[in-house]
């Protein structure tokens, strides 16, 4: 899972970053207001933890924006602003939630833990796909109740094409939905092709009606 931190608050966003990165997300981070448009505009996140108050302009005109452009992030705004009017405008915005500061971080998880919950397959907290179930709060996939082995990477790049199926999801998508920030680093997505070609054979090997095709020069999709 990926969670953008917009937030110019150094102390608070190294300890959310601290937090989020132990609970196994993957982090990018904006500390000013063109920093995050560039961000929340181009990119696709899982959830995104939205400051008011930013260097450059506001928070709520990035909620602003994206709503135009019909981008949706599952967004929790993390102000020290406490008016009313501040929340309606947000969650009006489009915003799922809205936290004061300040707050603990096991309560800023249990929030995207509620946002992703809504948000994924209908509120589900489980996704079947055939014989494949993925239960996203306790992170584990089973094929016919028999648990798959994973490890961090191949299992979000899992629920990713999972929760996409039938969509072509290309390379750079996935690189850099997993990845974050590093995949743009890489000399190559060769990386990519091992991690999928690993996810294919273990689902392969425990008899798996699911399959994950590969689009030749493109990307993947995955089907039932």
């Known amino acids: 899972m990926k969670i953008l931190v917009i937030e110019d608050e150094y102390q608070l966003l190294k ?13 990018e981070k904006a500390t000013t207001y063109h920093a995050a448009v560039e961000k929340a505009m181009v990119y696709g996140y899982d959830c995104i933890l939205l400051d008011i108050s930013l260097p450059g302009g506001s928070g709520l005109k990035i909620l602003e924006e994206m709503k135009k452009a019909g981008k949706s992030g599952n967004i929790i705004i993390i102000s020290a602003k406490d008016s009313l009017e501040d929340k309606i405008m947000g969650l009006d915005l489009g915003a799922d939630d809205y936290l004061t500061k300040p707050f603990h ?38 094929v016919e109740r028999k648990p798959l ?8 790049m899992l629920t990713f094409l999972a929760t996409n199926k039938n969509r072509l999801v290309t390379k750079e998508t ?25 996810l294919r054979k273990k689902l392969k090997d425990s008899n798996s009606d699911v399959a994950i095709e590969n689009i030749y020069g493109v990307g993947y999709k995955m089907t039932v």
Do not use: C, M
Request: glycine fraction near 6%; avoid cysteine; charged fraction near 25%.
């Open 15 to 27: 300890a959310v970053e601290t937090f989020l990165l132990s609970e196994k997300y993957v982090v």
């Open 149 to 156: 082995t994973l490890n961090r990477k191949e299992f979000d």
């Open 105 to 142: 971080v096991q309560e800023l998880h249990a929030r995207i833990k509620a946002v992703l919950r809504r948000k994924q397959v209908g509120g589900k907290q489980v996704l079947q796909l055939g014989s494949l179930s993925i239960d996203f709060a306790g992170r584990q996939a089973l």
């Open 174 to 198: 996935l690189a850099e939905h997993v990845w974050g920030d590093s995949a743009d680093l890489a000399d190559s997505l060769d990386f990519v092709y091992s991690q999928v070609k690993n």
